[in-house]
């Protein structure tokens, strides 16, 4: 097995066809060879036979036929497949600023801008909606010209409606992301800030403009978790890219994820991720997957 040491993604260049605005085609190989890598397209990818280990951000999850994802902009990904089995996978990649100029101007299309947000920590189709999706992932693939951006439309559409959309990496992982309320952009911007060293509640509930009770409800409300969970979560998340992307040692990664001490660390980072440290980074030992 072969370590990636300093696996930052690599970006990959999408080339589609001339006079269309997608990318679909049918993936076949022997093997799917390791390929950390990120695009500003979006990619919905259905494997339609194989098996091994999918990476998404920080969540790595085994996979299997039937296994559906869509992933969204900048989302670090590969897939790294067991054996030597023929891997087939559909695979579409488009890009988001068409696709919502289209839904804008489709009242009947309102639901997918708020699908593709979500896809940013990349979204896994779960439960019996899979069949249905697969079927439409074959006919789009199969499709020509304006058959194929419908075919697109309609899935992100189903998709956008379904509740059987998991997100993968955590919420941590993808910087960036719109705020609505200027009150809890200036706490993530505060938590940014200072993720890596002292985070203060009653500071944070300050900036708010709020008293610290009120401050609590506000932060559940508003992300449906508890502040010091939040923070754990923001922590993690900045561990697990360091494990990924560096050779620093676990105890370096601790402190500058911003823990006080390593057994701290390691009793949340197992709570979170459901592994620890040093086997979330094992994991990205390969020599084969799919970029």
């Known amino acids: 097995m072969l370590y990636f040491h300093h696996m930052r993604p690599h970006v990959e260049r999408i080339e589609r066809p001339e006079g269309a605005s997608l990318r679909a085609f049918e993936r076949r190989d022997r093997r799917y060879p390791f390929d950390w890598h990120h695009h500003p397209e979006l990619e919905l990818t259905l494997i339609a036979r194989g098996a091994g280990r999918r990476y998404a951000g920080d969540a790595v999850e085994d996979y299997a036929s039937g296994d559906c994802v869509l992933l969204g902009p900048w989302l670090p990904h590969t897939w790294a497949s067991h054996g030597r089995g023929e891997q087939v996978a559909l695979v579409v990649q488009f890009g988001q600023e068409w696709v ?14 708020a699908l593709l947000e979500r896809s940013r920590r990349g979204l896994r189709v779960a439960g019996a909606g899979k069949l249905g999706v697969a079927q439409s992932m074959r006919a789009l693939v199969e499709a020509k010209a304006a058959d194929r951006v419908l075919a697109l439309l309609k899935i992100l559409d189903t998709l956008a409606r379904s509740r059987a959309c998991h997100p993968l990496a955590s ?85 500058a994820s911003g823990f006080g001490n390593v057994s701290n660390f390691n009793r949340i980072f197992r709570r979170l991720k459901k592994t620890t440290p040093h086997r979330y980074r094992a994991s990205f030992r390969a020599t084969d997957g799919m970029g």
């Open 100 to 113: 919502e100029k289209f839904c804008a101007a489709a009242p009947e299309l309102s639901a997918i801008p």
């Open 171 to 255: 919420p941590a992982y993808v910087a960036g992301q719109p705020v609505v309320d200027r009150r809890l952009e200036a706490v993530n911007q505060y938590l940014r800030k200072h993720v890596a060293g002292e985070i203060s509640q009653r500071e944070a509930a300050d900036i708010a403009g709020l008293t610290p009770a009120a401050f609590c409800r506000f932060f559940k409300r508003s992300t449906g978790r508890s502040f010091v969970h939040h923070v754990h979560e923001l922590r993690v998340g900045r561990a697990c890219q360091f494990l990924a992307e560096s050779e620093r040692d676990i105890t370096d990664v601790c402190f």
